[in-house]
């Protein structure tokens, strides 16, 4: 049976990131893998890499030995058969927990060696989801989220195994947005938007997480 991991990186248990998550899951699921969900935001208190250089050391090489709350996320990471991993945009970024098990994740990998670029060896699929309240146009080529993303893609790909993208773009932040005065946002534009879109993209997160577990 397969073993697929997925991280939530964002605070909320059921919004747009989390629903793209757990409909990949469900995809892996009905494919008949064994899925865990980890919420960064539920961990016990972790940090990102504190540059002990203990996973560089000759008895540890390739296991970050720094033990907190996501440790047993790494240690379930490494046996597992595909990785979902999930943040919505933060400040044209992904969230601070995404970067704390970014950073432990692939830093442990790194050798430091030019004959040998990782210490992994077993490369397992990777599905990256990322949610925002920027349109679709600002991850096509050249605009200010393309290199972003095909930055996380290039280093998941190179440390952990091939990485698909699903991105949902122009996102219903807010269930009324009456109560704020964010002259940004169309509020009817929003709505129509998850309407029209977000079912899609559920679609598309589920059909990756089916093929993740083949
Ligand atoms: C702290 C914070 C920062 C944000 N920064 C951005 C941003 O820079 N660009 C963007 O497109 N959306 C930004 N957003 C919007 C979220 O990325 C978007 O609403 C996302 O879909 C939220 O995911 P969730 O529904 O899973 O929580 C930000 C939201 C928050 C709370």
Not at 15 to 35: H, M, Y
Not at 80 to 99: H, K, W
């Amino acid at each position: 049976m397969k073993k697929i991991i997925a991280v939530n990186a964002g605070p909320r248990k059921n919004w747009n990131t989390a629903q793209l998550i757990n409909a990949a899951c469900e995809g892996a699921k009905e494919e008949g893998a064994e899925v865990k969900v980890y919420n960064m935001y539920d961990l016990e208190k972790y940090s990102g890499c504190i540059s002990c250089f203990g996973c560089k050391l000759e008895k540890n090489l390739g296991h970050c030995i720094c033990k907190d709350g996501l440790t047993p996320v790494l240690e379930d990471i490494r046996t597992a058969d595909g990785l979902i991993i999930g943040s919505p945009n933060y400040l044209s970024e992904v969230t601070a927990a995404f970067r704390a098990i970014y950073e432990r994740l692939i830093f442990q990998y790194i050798t430091y060696k030019k004959e040998q670029r990782s210490y992994n060896d077993r490369q397992i699929p990777v599905l990256f989801i990322m949610t925002s309240n920027a349109p679709d146009a600002a991850y096509e080529e050249g605009a200010m989220y393309d290199g972003l993303i095909k930055r996380y893609q290039g280093t998941f790909s190179s440390f952990i195994g091939p990485t698909k993208v699903l991105l949902a773009a122009d996102t219903k932040q807010v269930n009324n947005y009456d109560i704020y005065n964010w002259t940004m946002f169309d509020a009817a534009h929003k709505i129509a938007r998850h309407e029209e879109v977000f079912g899609s993209k559920l679609e598309e997160a589920k059909a990756i997480g089916k093929e993740m577990a083949q």
